[in-house]
């Protein structure tokens, strides 16, 4: 079975720091990896998923399959990037999403 | 990006009575919507796979005659919290995958339900 793990339940960095959010992944095939944002009051949205390999907002995310990792970067923290983050996972041909657990980033003005 | 909308945002029930909550993607046409569930502070559970004509799949430990699914048109899912009781209390969110925009999953703002 899938499982997707976000050790962190809170990352408190100060602006202008770099921030790095950790996922890990368990999953046998290949994956599809995402992040998904939730701002304060609003509804969950999908930030960057791996295949795109683009940079959103500024934040970057490489899948590393040695180490099963999918963490999420950002070089500068800004005070509007505070909010929620999950990492999830999608298996090939059944569309189902496995979430993690998120973690709160909390940028310190 | 594509809408999706649910309707209540929030419901407030007797315990015993059945509740209907609304999925609607508003400008894509979805096969495939999901439907979660959110206790607070911890992340989102799939609760069921909901296929436009077909039954939904449901995740283990879901049961679907209390949780049931009905998604009738490529725009509109339904679910239906039968004989609902406090526990039955949560954050209920849906999702829609439009296949447009390679099966991306736009989610719903979601429903609280608070059973007395």
């Known amino acids: 079975a899938q499982r997707v793990t976000q050790p962190e339940k809170l990352l408190s960095v100060f602006k202008g720091a770099p921030v790095e959010l950790k996922c890990n992944y368990s999953?046998?095939?290949?994956?599809?990896l995402f992040w998904y944002v939730q701002y304060s009051r609003q509804r969950l949205q999908l930030l960057l998923r791996?295949?795109s390999r683009e940079s959103i907002k500024g934040f970057t995310a490489d899948l590393n399959k040695g180490e099963t990792s999918f963490h999420l970067k950002k070089p500068f923290a800004q005070e509007e990037d505070s909010a929620m983050y999950y990492c999830?996972?999608?298996?090939?041909?059944?569309?189902?999403?496995?979430f993690g657990t998120g973690t709160k980033l909390q940028v310190i003005p | 990006g594509a809408v999706v909308s649910q309707h209540p945002s929030r419901v407030i029930c007797k315990s015993g009575t059945s509740v209907k909550i609304e999925c609607r993607s508003l400008?894509?046409?979805?096969?495939?919507m999901f439907w979660y569930r959110q206790f607070p502070k911890q992340s989102l559970m799939l609760m069921a796979t909901?296929?436009?004509?077909?039954?939904?799949?449901?995740e283990q430990g879901v049961e679907k005659d209390k949780f049931l699914i009905n998604h009738a048109s490529l725009t509109l899912s339904t679910l239906t919290v039968t004989s609902a009781h406090p526990e039955d209390s949560s954050f209920y969110i849906c999702?829609?995958?439009?296949?447009?925009?390679?099966?991306?999953?736009?989610f719903g703002p979601g429903t609280r339900l608070t059973v007395l």
């Open positions: 999702s829609a995958e439009d296949p447009s925009s390679y099966n991306e999953q736009f």
């Open positions: 999953y046998s095939g290949s994956p599809e």
């Open positions: 791996h295949i």
């Open positions: 999830a996972l999608r298996t090939g041909g059944y569309q189902k999403v496995t």
């Open positions: 400008d894509f046409q979805a096969t495939t």
């Open positions: 909901s296929n436009e004509g077909s039954k939904a799949t449901y």
